[in-house]
């Protein structure tokens, strides 16, 4: 042990490493002394950050996990840093570091991986970003400025696309990530129990107070609404919404009953944490992923008592004797027309409706709410509010741009329903069923937020894109390797 420890140490400390160090040393301090403090962070950010840079280019898998935690503390570390920190050009970097990787290091299962690619959900996303390429010539647009404002997201989401398609190379890794997306859930559901239960800190309290309209959207009906690491209470919600769902179903799969305890006990937390947000419509994404998933398995017994139990607990808080802020946010979900900015809403979308249907392809990209005020000054539609993200994209988009978003989603849910039904492996069935039910809870609540794409829960949708497709075509593989040896077998 002695001597190898004296092997590592002598390959470890070389003259050229010294020599390393002593010139960086010189290089922060001539930058602090010449430029400032700042200079000096940045350059001792470069090296910190050069080695995660090179991890992500040597390896795939590492980059997207790596971009999958960034995502889920990014806005955490924004409100306690002090400074403007561009965590969303950090988060895209490491993106892009990933896709290098898949271009520059091919693993041994590359050329398979590419044609993984060959799949109709990929054709769909294909076709769909020919069309936002279109649309820099929108001749709607008051410019070019909210496209190019747009390129930077769309283009990410295209190597992200390729880098998860890369990813999800197997079964395991595919669990793995699972395991790694739920782990981080159930961090980010406690902390707001932290935040519902020990209160805000100061700096939150201050990252707060610094826009009134922020304060007055989260402070409501005498309370706070969390968000715990997340942008806000909207992603926040949603984000413990589709996370929960998935621990339940998980939690009935075939698995050792210290695992399903706590996976129950995860999607339960979750649940509760999502109560925190305040958030209607993460509510009512609860009882259309479950219905889904019901529908899907409605000859299960387990699916039976499922039903019944969130059945009982849904009419009980519907018509309990609760009466907090918690409360009646839940209640006025179910009954709209008792709450006056839902009816503000559904009278917003009445008035816009005629623009849509007049403009087939849409205002152009970027020109709805406040970042159309910023990209697209003097457009009709500009400053308009998009209260949800299937609103935004017909807007922007057309009805055109609206249909081939539906026929994104319909297509991944057609995918993985039809694997599910074929599968006869009894955990990938289940593994199909959560991502399905959560998907599908994120596409209903897209219908009342914009917060579908919004970080973390940007990354997890691509992912779904990936796990669904992958799935499926493993799936086939593995009814085709079992009809070969069944005809070897006959052969012999």
């Not at 042990?1 to 092997?7: D, G, H, S, T, V």
């Not at 409605?298 to 499922?306: C, D, E, F, H, V």
Request: proline share 4%.
């Amino acid at each position: 042990m002695q001597i190898e420890r004296k092997l590592y140490s002598e390959k470890l400390v070389t003259p050229l490493m010294v020599i390393g160090l002593l010139l960086g040393s010189l290089l922060f301090s001539v930058l602090i002394v010449k430029v400032g403090a700042i200079a000096g962070f940045l350059a001792l950010g470069v090296l910190v950050g050069l080695p995660f840079v090179i991890g992500s280019v040597a390896n795939v898998r590492f980059g997207f996990v790596l971009a999958v935690v960034f995502a889920f503390f990014m806005f955490h570390l924004k409100r306690i840093l002090p400074g403007t920190l561009p965590t969303g050009t950090i988060l895209d970097l490491i993106i892009a570091c990933a896709f290098l990787g898949v271009i520059l290091v091919p693993g041994k299962n590359s050329k398979k991986n590419w044609e993984s690619l060959k799949n109709p959900h990929a054709y769909v996303y294909a076709v769909w970003l020919a069309y936002w390429v279109i649309q820099v010539a929108n001749p709607f647009a008051a410019g070019i400025g909210g496209w190019l404002f747009s390129a930077r997201g769309t283009l990410v989401n295209a190597m992200l696309y390729v880098v998860v398609m890369h990813v999800f190379s197997s079964k395991k890794y595919i669990f793995t990530f699972t395991k790694i997306w739920l782990g981080l859930a159930l961090l980010v559901a406690l902390y707001g129990f932290w935040q519902e239960f020990v209160g805000l800190s100061d700096w939150e309290m201050e990252w707060l107070k610094a826009d009134e309209e922020r304060f007055n959207l989260v402070y409501i009906w005498g309370r706070f609404r969390k968000w715990s690491f997340l942008s806000d209470v909207s992603a926040f919600g949603m984000f413990m919404t589709y996370s929960g769902i998935v621990c339940i179903i998980m939690a009935l799969g075939p698995f050792k009953s210290w695992q399903r305890a706590v996976l129950m006990f995860s999607g339960v937390i979750m649940f509760f944490s999502m109560n925190f947000s305040g958030t209607r419509t993460a509510i009512a994404m609860i009882p259309a992923g479950l219905s889904l998933y019901a529908l899907m398995t409605i000859n299960q017994k387990r699916t039976i008592i499922l039903v019944s139990v969130s059945a009982a607990a849904f009419l009980i808080l519907l018509f309990g004797p609760f009466y907090g802020g918690n409360a009646q946010r839940f209640r006025s979900t179910f009954f709209p027309e008792d709450d006056p900015s839902m009816l503000v809403r559904e009278r917003n979308r009445a008035f816009i409706q005629p623009y849509i249907w007049s403009h087939p392809i849409g205002g152009g990209v970027t020109t709805t709410g406040p970042a159309g005020e910023m990209y697209q000054p003097g457009h009709q539609l500009a400053g308009f509010p998009p209260d949800n993200g299937y609103l935004e994209t017909a807007l922007e988009k057309g009805p055109i741009g609206l249909l081939l978003t539906m026929a994104l989603f319909i297509t991944s849910l057609i995918i993985g329903i039809r694997a599910y039904y074929r599968s006869e492996n009894p955990i990938t069935r289940y593994l199909l069923a959560a991502y399905l039910a959560a998907f599908f809870a994120m596409a209903v609540g897209n219908y009342a937020q914009t917060a579908m794409f919004q970080k973390p829960g940007g990354l997890i949708l691509f992912a779904y894109y990936a796990i669904i497709v992958r799935m499926a075509q493993f799936d086939k593989e593995e009814r085709e390797q079992g009809e070969q040896s069944v005809a070897h077998e006959v052969e012999e």
